[in-house]
């Protein structure tokens, strides 16, 4: 029984070597979402906060109350997110977040659970979860949707927020409603 299992293991070991010393003893792995929660932390930090430059001009200012940081995975687990994008002409939206995930190889951040977007004008847009892609300025999320400004709400699910060039479309709107008395 022994020497059939040998016989089997030994090509798969041999395999796996041959590729070990193909790709110049280096492995690179990158791990599925779903097993990073199960790894233990190799980092944990409170009160981070992360600064982008970028030319000379900061970009990104992220904040969280809580930080999980895993070196394999090259991945940021962060609780209580508070962070704000800056545009080339210093505009500034303000985003919040119960929680957050942030790829260190992708420039990507995943916001869930209470994410605001919040502008210095006023204008607010409400959502479960969002996708930042930092590096792009660019801002998207399938889920439910609601914008408010001055006097007007829509409804939506999903929406696409280019910061840079300041559009907002807003997914299978639902509903506009005008006026100062919002439902909800």
Same mark, same amino acid.
């Given at each position: =029984? ?8 030994? +090509? ?6 041959? &590729? ?8 690179? *792995?990158? &791990? +599925?979402? !779903? ?9 944990? =930090?409170?009160?981070? /906060? ?21 070196? @394999? ?10 962070? *704000? ?10 985003? *919040? ?21 919040? *502008?210095?004008?006023?204008?607010? &847009? ?5 996708? =930042?892609?930092? @590096?792009?300025?660019? =801002?998207?999320?399938?889920? +439910? ?14 929406? /696409? ?11 299978? !709107? ?8 919002? +439902?909800?």
């Amino acid at each position: =029984m022994l020497s059939r299992l040998l016989i089997w293991i030994a +090509p798969v070991l041999l395999a796996t070597l041959l &590729l070990v010393i193909a790709k110049g003893f280096k492995m690179e *792995t990158q &791990l +599925p979402r !779903q097993l990073i929660a199960s790894l233990e932390a190799d980092v944990e =930090m409170k009160g981070i /906060r992360f600064y982008h430059h970028e030319d000379g001009r900061l970009r990104l200012m992220l904040r969280s109350s809580r930080c999980l940081y895993y070196d @394999k995975a090259g991945e940021l687990e962060l609780e209580g997110v508070n962070s *704000t994008l800056i545009g080339a002409d210093g505009r500034e939206v303000r985003v *919040t977040a119960d929680k957050g995930s942030y790829s260190l190889n992708e420039a990507r951040i995943l916001l869930k659970g209470h994410v605001l977007l919040e *502008t210095k004008e006023g204008d607010l &847009l409400k959502t479960s979860s969002l996708v =930042m892609d930092h @590096k792009n300025m660019v =801002m998207s999320s399938d889920s +439910p949707v609601v914008f408010e400004r001055s006097g007007l709400l829509l409804k939506g699910k999903g929406f /696409r927020y280019d910061f840079e060039q300041g559009k907002l479309v807003i997914d299978q !709107q639902e509903s506009v409603i005008k006026g100062g008395d919002f +439902p909800g």
